[in-house]
């Protein structure tokens, strides 16, 4: 079993639509991490979260430490939107090193 | 410019020769890390660095070796590249551990 996984692995939307996107893990963790990966292979960190939920813009992501689950969610979608979206927790007895979802790839329409 | 870069971008090589991958900050970050990314899996680390002159092993060390003489600076060689290693390398850096905030563009290895 991976120690982090995506759901689902492609998503398409409609312009507009209400996206969310998951990520379970099996480790013990202090932070969780979200990434978005441009067509063109530009990687960028979203968030950084331990606890609760982060808000940036259209980008909305939440953690529940005690169910070892995360999401992120993305409002009114927007074609710019599509990418690689990717979690990443700390390894549990090595807290530099991060472990890596296969991530979501979403592709969002006009 | 600020930022993290990559060289060289694209490179082809044969499988044997030895290749360096470029990494430079101008950001001063303590902590390095080289990734590859390869289809069906997430990123994976290879090396990373605390600081100059500090480097451990990552996940999938085996053929590759790293130095950081420099905070700047963190190149990573393959010693005599194989086809497994054909893969896109990121390089990235943080000012603190367990979070890994600039990447760079990458380099799209091919081992021929």
């Known amino acids: 079993k991976n120690e982090v996984e995506q759901s689902p692995q492609n998503l398409t939307a409609q312009e507009g639509e209400f996206i969310t996107i998951n990520c379970s893990y099996s480790?013990?963790?202090?932070?969780l991490h979200w990434l978005q990966q441009h067509p063109g292979g530009g990687i960028v960190s979203l968030f950084m979260l331990s606890s609760g939920k982060k808000k940036h813009g259209r980008l909305i992501a939440t953690i529940n430490i005690q169910e070892k689950h995360s999401s992120l969610h993305i409002t009114a979608s927007h074609p710019r939107d599509s990418a690689v979206y990717i979690c990443?927790?700390?390894?549990?007895?090595?807290?530099?090193?991060?472990?890596f979802g296969t991530g979501t790839r979403l592709q969002v329409f006009p | 410019d600020a930022g993290i870069t990559q060289s060289p971008r694209y490179k082809i090589t044969e499988t044997g020769r030895q290749v360096t991958l470029m990494c430079h900050q101008t950001w001063s970050h303590s902590y390095m890390f080289w990734y590859r990314q390869d289809l069906g899996h997430g990123l994976r680390l290879i090396y990373y660095s605390a600081a100059a002159d500090i480097t451990d092993k990552g996940e999938v060390p085996d053929g590759y070796v790293v130095s950081r003489s420099k905070t700047e600076n963190f190149p990573l060689t393959l010693e005599s590249a194989t086809r497994s290693q054909t893969s896109v390398y990121f390089c990235a850096s943080s000012e603190w551990t367990g979070w890994v905030k600039f990447f760079g563009p990458g380099t799209r290895l091919t081992v021929l």
């Open positions: 480790v013990g963790i202090s932070a």
């Open positions: 990443a927790v700390p390894l549990r007895d090595n807290t530099d090193k991060l472990i």
